[in-house]
Every structure is written in C-alpha cells, then in structure tokens.
C-alpha cells in the first residue's frame, strides 16, 4: 500500500439537503452520486468519470453551515491528533474507525480552520500526471493569521513551504512534501471571516461553468479572474452556502 502524506486524498460535502447539493453539483461537474454500504448505514459517494473524489454527507446538527470538508492523509491518525492538540488545535471529533474503509479525524487548527485527518485502509491513490476536468486541483486555506497556520501545518504534518507574491492574492504560501506541491495558505480578505479550506475543481472553461452555476443557484463570490502562469479562477457560494473555487489551469509551457 502508498501513502501520500500531507495529500488531500477526500473532500466531502456537509450540509442538511444533500439532494438539493446533488441537483447542483450534478449537472455543474458532471458528477454522479452513488451510495454505498458503510456499516450498518449508507453513504453517498461522489463519482466523476469512473473513480470517487468525494462524498455528501448529513451535517449532524441544523446549526452547522454547510461546507466542504477537507481530509488530508496522515500515516497514523491517533499521532497526528494528539500532535496537533500539543501544538494549538481543538478537538472537533477524536480518532474513529470507520469499519474496512479506514481511521480520521477532525480538529480546528490554530488559526480557526476545520480540518480532517484521515488513514486509509488501502492507501492513497496515486498523484495523477494530468489532473482530469471535474476532479479536484488544489485546497487552499484562507486565514487571519497565515504565520501561525504555516508553523501549525510545518511542525505537525512535516511540510515545507515555498512563498510567492499574485496578483489579487498577494503574499501566497505553497505548502509542499519534498517537491510535489500540496496546498496554498492565503491571507483572508475579510478580517472577520472564520478561517476554511477552499478546494477548487479543475473545468474545462471558468466562464461557463461560472454561468451554470449561477443559472443552478449558486452566487459568485469572486468573478472569474486570470493569474499569470497559473490560470484562470473563480470562488463560487453553491445554493446551500458552501464555498467552492473552480479553475482552468494555464497551458503548460
């Protein structure tokens, strides 16, 4: 078995409408879901082409906004739980075994922001040479204090960090395992903003996908703008009021 760790290997939808969340996400990305046995329960899956990249899941309280939830591979989660908590996180869920599908977690990190660990059972798959249309491109955590997320995810996870200035963004921290880039730590724009992860989904045109997502009910929280040499994105609010980014990577080369 491969693990990848510091990989996002999962990324799941909480809300309390998951069929309202199907009838966007559907016909956006060309997505299907498919439920599937989990114990004595059932889940449903996300599938794009002919493998998952993801999961909706009933949100355990009404009070709870819906989100994506952000799952990053560890190698063993107990350990990683209790390092976290050592350096600043809070506990939001304690290891939990999830039958022959694996073992995960939840903490806030240091700065506010949700996050899940997980191990799975049969590893994680593989990183791709060419990331699909549909399939996730990158997460990124927007905080209040980028400094301490960067000494959090550093101390506890073994990552090393790059820095760049973009446009729109500024200062930007890339988060990397050896040299595969694994995720960006931005500064929030609003200072009173609770802190999140923000996956984006690779599309074939950010335009029109930005034009179908609003004809599906979602709101544009920022208009499709172009980053030299990285692409052109947009950050999209789904009906249920989750965020979600969406990107059209640049040509290589």
Not at 54 to 63: I, N, Q, T, V, W
Not at 80 to 107: E, F
Request: glycine share 10%; with cysteine.
């Amino acid at each position: 078995m491969n693990y990848l760790p510091g990989k996002f290997v999962w990324f799941e939808h909480v809300s309390n409408d998951l069929t309202k969340a199907r009838a966007f996400y559907e016909p956006l990305f060309n997505w299907h879901v498919e439920r599937m046995a989990l114990g004595d329960q059932s889940y449903h899956m996300i599938m794009a082409g002919n493998g998952s990249v993801g999961g909706l899941r009933k949100s355990e309280s009404p009070a709870t906004k819906s989100h994506w939830a952000s799952y990053l591979s560890v190698l063993d989660v107990d350990r990683s739980y209790a390092q976290a908590l050592a350096a600043g996180a809070k506990r939001v869920m304690q290891p939990t075994s999830y039958g022959a599908v694996g073992r995960g977690a939840t903490i806030t990190d240091p700065t506010g922001a949700e996050v899940c660990l997980w191990t799975g059972l049969e590893g994680d798959m593989p990183d791709p040479d060419d990331i699909p249309f549909g399939q996730w491109g990158w997460n990124e955590l927007w905080t209040n204090d980028v400094n301490k997320a960067v000494a959090f995810y550093e101390q506890v996870f073994g990552y090393t960090h790059d820095t760049m200035q973009l446009d729109l963004l500024g200062h930007y921290v890339i988060l990397k395992t050896g040299d595969k880039m694994r995720a960006g730590i931005t500064q929030s724009t609003d200072p009173k903003a609770t802190p999140m992860w923000l996956p984006y989904v690779r599309v074939e045109d950010c335009d029109t996908t930005v034009e179908r997502a609003l004809q599906l009910g979602a709101q544009k929280l920022l208009a499709p703008t172009d980053l030299q040499g990285i692409g052109r994105f947009s950050i999209l609010q789904d009906p249920l009021g989750a965020a979600i980014a969406i990107i059209k990577p640049a040509p290589k080369g």
